[in-house]
């Protein structure tokens, strides 16, 4: 530990613990966005009173929309950890970020598992720097999920995505060995954000592709908000082991703002709105996470 690094919140664990359990028992670890800080209790909450693990995350771009810190965000969580006295295998993540030195500011804050994403940059840069979190989030104790194939929004599926943004297996199976990551995000044709009428889609002959690849590495699936129960089942359920976390952030923000009747506002902003309406936002992104959970952990947990 360096001097500056914080311990994690009590009974964090790693994504190198949580999902190799996952993929083992078929179920995915449903790992939440909840970006505002007021929607870190009801996501914990929902977790806890399902008896499920979960992961709690924010991304570097979710960070600067809302005027956090990674400190700030894993004093919330720590907080709530404490209050509920949380005791379901959980981990505190750092989601999409391609600067190393926010990934040491998530770390020093006592992040147990940081997400580095240069999926936008060539091969050889990708696994390079890549290669080079891993070396040193592991000399910390800290897990690390890495990117390959490129994700995009849903608003800009129709230009940006197709199969030639997806992840190539055999390109998969050289980075997880180049690399060493706990985790790897794969494009098999999900985004982010709300998907348009014409839905989500999945390739899974991809997907098993990859599976084949990589061996055991744990596989996750970014743009899980909106995805039909159906797809999400087949994805987890895949013969060999499907993926293993999936993130959710789109559908807490949008039944938060939905109870709340107004436009994003920053955290602060946020807290300060009546104490009836917060909680009416609240119930609704709580209900969110039941349903997620109940989704993701049907096929082997509990």
Known sequence: ???????PPPGASTLGELLPAAQRAGYAVPAFSPRYLACVQPVIEAAVELRAPFIVEISQRELGWFALT??????EVDRVVRDLAVDVPYALHLDHTWEEDRIRQAMDAGFTSVMFDASQQPYD????????????????????ETELGKLTTTALMATEGGPDSYTDPDEAARFVETTGCDALAISVGTAHGAYPPSGATIDFARLAAIRAAVGDVPLVLHGGSGLPA????????LPGGGISKMNIATDFEEALLAAVGGERRTSAELAALPDEVLAQGRAAVKQVARDKIRLLLAGGHG
């Open 125 to 144: 840069e990708n696994a390079t720097r890549s290669r080079a979190v891993v070396e040193e989030a592991h000399a910390r104790g800290v897990s690390v």
């Open 70 to 75: 990674p400190a700030a965000f894993r004093d």
């Open 1 to 7: 530990m360096t001097p500056r690094q914080l311990p």
């Open 230 to 237: 159906a797809m999400v089942q087949q994805a987890i359920e």
